[in-house]
């Protein structure tokens, strides 16, 4: 999610998409999304729109369809 007026300006748009599907890749890019002041409103994005891929406001797509 980008907040182009905000402290995250330099984000593009969209998902952390790890590297890899293991569980360490796919912590490490959760992780991202726990210091992102942006996290709220793009959880709230993600579980209200289509995003089926990548972490969005630090849930993965299983987490999201559970939701």
Do not use: D, K, Y
């Not at 007026?5 to 984000?11: A, D, H, K, L, R």
């Not at 599907?21 to 490490?28: K, Q």
Request: hydrophobic share 30%; with cysteine; aromatic share 4%.
């Amino acid at each position: 999610m980008s907040n182009r007026s905000g402290p995250v300006s330099n984000f593009e748009s969209g998902p952390v998409l790890p590297r890899g599907h293991g569980e360490e890749e796919v912590g490490a890019g959760v992780s991202i999304c726990m210091t992102c002041p942006v996290l709220t409103p793009c959880r709230s994005h993600a579980l209200h729109g289509p995003e089926r891929f990548g972490i969005w406001g630090g849930t993965t797509p299983t987490e999201r369809a559970r939701l």
